[in-house]
Structure formats: C-alpha cells, structure tokens
C-alpha cells in the first residue's frame, strides 16, 4: 500500500523567508505525488502534482517540488512567504494506472503560520 | 461551470438521526469521489464512482454508509444510525474530463457534528 508522511504538524517561517514543508512516500514504484492548499471551511486545491515527467514541479502561488527518488521525497518549497500563504497543506499520492490518477492517499497535514 | 459543490454545507443531528448529503461534481466529469476528513488528519479514501457504477469502497465505510450515483451525475451519501464518531468533513471530488485531465477537484466539503 502507498503512502505519504509530512514531517512537522505545524511549521512557523517569518515573512519573506522561505517555506519547505516536508513530504516523504513509500511506494514500490514510483506513483503519482501531490500537494494540495487547504483554507479555513474550505475544500482542497491542488497547488502542483507530480506525474512522471519534469522532476522539478512548478505550481500555483509560487510554490514548487522536487521529486527525488533515491530519498523518496516531494518536499515543497516557495521562496519567499507571504501573509496569503497560511493554510493547511496536504501531500497526497495515487498509484499510477491506464486512467491515469486514482484514489488519493493523503498525509496527515502541516499547518503554515506565517508571522509577520 | 461553478466547480464541484456540496449541501448542505453544515449539519448538525442527533446521535441515531439519518443524514444525507449531496455532490454536484463538474459536469463533464465522469468519476466522483467521496472522502472523509476529521478533526486535525488528511482526507481518507470512503468510495468511487465511474459514471453511475461504485467500482471501489474503503473499509472504513460500514453497512451503515450508503453512496449513490443513480444516473452518473450527483451522487447522495447516506449515514444511517449517526455514531458521534462519524463527526467529520465530507468532501466530494470529481474527475475525468473528455480531455484525458484526471486531476481531482474538490467541493468546499459538508461538516457535520453528531450531537
């Protein structure tokens, strides 16, 4: 079974500074990886994904994943934080298949404070 | 298209009350997904539709969970005989579009509190 784990429940950066928030999957091949943005009583938005191609991921907000391999990681970094990027975030991970993605298995979540 | 929604957005029952809920996926998409996510964890897997067949459901949906998608559009989850554990956010997700996209998007999602 594949599965993620997102090191830090919560995890405070100081405006301006930047954000990496850790994510690490077990899979015996490689799968498809995730990382989703959650608001207050809101739903989920993908911010980027992963999907066998570029290893470097560019998404939404400025925000940007490595896929390495040999450390089984998807960490998720942005430059430079801003007051707007305080949300929950989610690495999530589907096995890859003919449809393409499948179910999501998600972790357990860290929350980004940013402190002005 | 307005994007995935859900209703109600709040519900508040009573211990042993039934509940339904309902998901209006993108219109164009052909699966529709469900999962629930309590207080402080990620979303868990609950069950899958293509079209209006359920092709998979997770352990953790007990007899007393029922989905539907009765002609490949919405789709109801039911909760018979509410626990106070079954307190959490439902969020539906649809994907699936004519352009071979698979990326799932989610509803804002509908909580609800088991009194």
């Known amino acids: 079974a594949q599965s993620v784990t997102q090191l830090g429940s919560h995890v405070s950066v100081s405006e301006g500074a930047l954000v990496l928030l850790r994510c690490n999957y077990s899979s015996s091949v490689p799968p498809y990886l995730f990382w989703y943005v959650q608001y207050p009583n809101q739903g989920l938005q993908l911010l980027l994904k992963y999907t066998s191609a570029a290893t470097l991921v560019k998404g939404i907000n400025g925000f940007e994943a490595e896929f390495k391999k040999s450390e089984t990681s998807f960490h998720l970094t942005k430059p430079s934080a801003h007051m707007s990027d305080a949300a929950e975030y989610f690495c999530?991970?589907?096995?890859?298949?003919?449809?393409?993605?499948?179910?999501?298995?998600f972790g357990t979540g860290t929350r980004l404070t940013i402190i002005p | 298209d307005t994007g995935v929604s859900q209703n109600p957005r709040h519900k508040i029952t009573k211990r042993g009350q039934n509940v339904t809920f309902r998901c209006d996926p993108i219109s164009e998409h052909n699966r529709l997904y469900w999962y629930r996510q309590t207080l402080g964890q990620g979303p868990e897997f609950l069950t899958y539709f293509q079209n209006e067949a359920q092709l998979e459901k997770s352990r953790l949906l007990s007899d007393r969970f029922s989905a539907e998608r009765p002609k490949g559009s919405f789709s109801t989850l039911e909760i018979q005989r509410t626990e106070q554990g079954d307190s959490a956010m439902y969020l539906c997700?649809?994907?699936?579009?004519?352009?071979?996209?698979?990326?799932?998007?989610f509803g804002p999602g509908t909580r609800l509190t088991v009194l």
């Open positions: 997700a649809s994907s699936g579009d004519p352009r071979g996209n698979n990326e799932q998007f």
């Open positions: 999530a991970v589907s096995p890859i298949s003919n449809f393409g993605i499948e179910k999501l298995t």
